[in-house]
């Protein structure tokens, strides 16, 4: 029995040892989270302190992505033209999108918080939950090649270049980081080349955004090869049209295109529609008759 009694003593002195120790380390953890604290605040882009990313900014990157390219006007490509019976009078013409964007959310808000926080505010921690966010809409178009096929080598994300501006005044290119951060979540491979854009948007009217202009340098051959296209906000969809142009150029096929936010938002519900291998519904206002398909105008056929 006294060997019984002992041998509970000594576990429960070690069980008040353990106890002891995790309280110490715990003390020490939180010492040192609040040092560090000191050196490097903690906070989210919202202001919440003691956190990097709140459970309510959070939760602003886990709903599903819409589309929004029907709310870009620089994107709205001629599709069809309609003309008045005998007299040979123009009646009207249908647009259609050149190709699909999709975004988180609108750009307001704890959604604008964050961008403007991961982009000018320093808070480079924000590319990994970012890219988490998007993986799984960048998933949805690589996974869909412009003529219905999947194709056999990687799809290829292209970021859209920052002004030399811009990424002197941030310190690193940031849209370039994100998509390396997403080719770490498996979902597609980053192109390695160089994209230069002259004029940076920030600041331009409209009008002024619609001469936008990219040019590619050197890099990896595109021609053939399926893209995503990547950016953080789109407001007229001229940058993502001037990549267009010159990705397609230069023989790639552009499937689409991932942004985190858009200026201009569909506040209506997606009521009907076709999508994107079922999975991402047509915006309201995509021309009825006209398939949902990726890609080039032409690819879009009236039924």
Known sequence: MADHGAGRRGTARRTGEQARGGGARSLLREVLAET???LAPRHCP?????????????AELAGPPRRVESRCEVLQVLADARVRPGGGLPAGVDLAPLLPVLALGPYRGRLRDLVLGWKNGGALHLARPLAAALAPAVRELAAVDVEGVEGAEPVLLVPAPSSRAARIRRGEDHVAELAQELSRTGVAET?????????????????????????????TPLEGRAVVLLDD???TGATLRALHA?????GARVQGAMVLAAARWPEEPDTDG???RGGIPDLPGTPRGMRSLPGHPEDRVAH
């Open 36 to 38: 560090g604290g000191l």
């Open 274 to 276: 076709t999508s994107i």
């Open 191 to 219: 192109w390695r080349g160089r994209l230069r854009t002259p004029v940076s948007q920030h600041g331009r009217s409209g009008v002024q955004r619609r001469s936008r202009h990219v040019e590619l340098g050197r890099g």
């Open 246 to 250: 010159a990705l397609t150029a230069a």
């Open 233 to 235: 906000v789109v407001t």
């Open 46 to 58: 919202c202001g919440r302190e003691r956190t990097r990313l709140c459970p309510d900014c959070a």
